[in-house]
C-alpha cells in the first residue's frame, strides 16, 4: 500500500486529453515538491515533471504538472499512442525521513 | 550528457549477498545525490535509499534498513550498491539515479538502465 495514492489506471482516444491524479498527505506533498516520470514498457523511468510543474526542456508542452494542497495532478495533452506507459509520482516524506512513490497509474491510448 | 551504467543481470541463491554498480559520466561525481530504486516484477517503485558521494554518506529506507550499504567510489565515479541475506522478495529491477542535492525536493534525472537480480535456489 503506498503513502500516495494514485489511480490503477486511466484511458482516452488519441488527440484527447487525460488527467493523473496523486493524493497525500502533509508530510509529504502538502509540504514538499512534487516529481512525475514516464515509464515506458521494459525501459526505465523518466523525469517528465519537477518541482510540482517544472518540465525538463526534451519533454514537450504536452505534459504540465500542478499541485494543490496534499494533491497533485499530471496532465497530458494531445495524446499519442506512444504515450502508453505506466506514470509515478513522488516526493519526499518528512515523517517517514524518505522518497516516496504513488503506487503507479497505467495509461491505455485507445 | 549524465549517463549511468549499470553491471549486469545477477542470479543468487538464498542468503547470498549482491553488489551492483552504477558507473556515472558526463558530470561531475560529487555534485549529486546517487539514489536506487527497487522495481518488483509487474509491481511499482520503491526507493532503497541514497548516497552522497561526497562525503559517503548513506540515508536507508526503513524495509531496507541493516540489509543495504550504499558507497561510492570517486575515483572511478562509481556508486554501489550491495544487499544481504538474499531472499524471493528481494527479486527485482535496481535502478540508480542521480539527483539534486536537496534532500526534500528529489528529483530523479537520469536513470540508469536497471539490474534484474534474481533470487532462486
Known amino acids: 500500500q503506498s503513502v500516495l495514492t494514485q489511480p490503477p489506471s486511466v484511458s482516452a482516444a488519441p488527440g484527447q486529453k487525460v488527467t493523473i491524479s496523486c493524493s497525500g498527505g502533509?508530510?509529504?506533498?502538502?509540504?514538499?515538491?512534487v516529481s512525475w516520470y514516464q515509464q515506458l514498457p521494459g525501459t526505465a523511468p523518466k523525469l517528465l515533471i519537477y518541482d510540482n510543474n517544472k518540465r525538463p526542456s526534451r519533454i514537450p508542452d504536452r505534459f504540465s504538472g500542478s499541485k494543490s494542497g496534499t494533491s497533485a495532478t499530471l496532465g497530458i495533452t494531445g495524446l499519442q499512442t506512444g504515450d502508453e506507459a505506466d506514470y509515478y509520482c513522488?516526493?519526499?516524506?518528512?515523517?517517514?525521513?524518505?522518497?516516496?512513490f504513488g503506487g503507479g497509474t497505467k495509461l491505455t491510448v485507445l | 550528457e549524465v549517463q549511468l551504467v549499470q553491471s549486469g543481470a545477477e542470479v543468487k541463491k538464498p542468503g547470498a549477498t549482491v553488489k551492483i554498480s552504477c558507473k556515472v559520466s558526463?558530470?561531475?561525481?560529487?555534485?549529486?545525490?546517487i539514489h536506487w530504486v527497487q522495481q518488483a516484477p509487474g509491481k511499482g517503485l520503491e526507493w532503497v535509499g541514497l548516497i552522497d558521494p561526497e562525503d559517503g554518506e548513506g540515508r536507508y529506507a526503513e524495509k531496507f534498513q541493516g540489509r543495504v550499504t550504499l558507497s561510492a567510489d570517486t575515483s572511478i565515479h562509481t556508486a554501489y550498491m550491495e544487499l544481504t541475506s538474499l531472499t524471493s522478495e528481494d527479486t527485482a529491477v535496481y535502478y540508480c539515479?542521480?539527483?539534486?542535492?536537496?534532500?526534500?525536493?528529489?528529483?530523479?534525472?537520469?536513470w540508469g538502465q536497471g539490474t534484474l537480480v534474481t533470487v532462486s535456489s
Open positions: 502533509s508530510s509529504n506533498i502538502g509540504n514538499n515538491y
Open positions: 513522488g516526493t519526499w516524506d518528512s515523517s517517514l525521513s524518505a522518497v516516496i
Open positions: 539515479a542521480t539527483a539534486n542535492d536537496i534532500l526534500t525536493d528529489p528529483w530523479f534525472d537520469p
Open positions: 558526463g558530470s561531475t561525481f560529487s555534485d549529486h545525490y
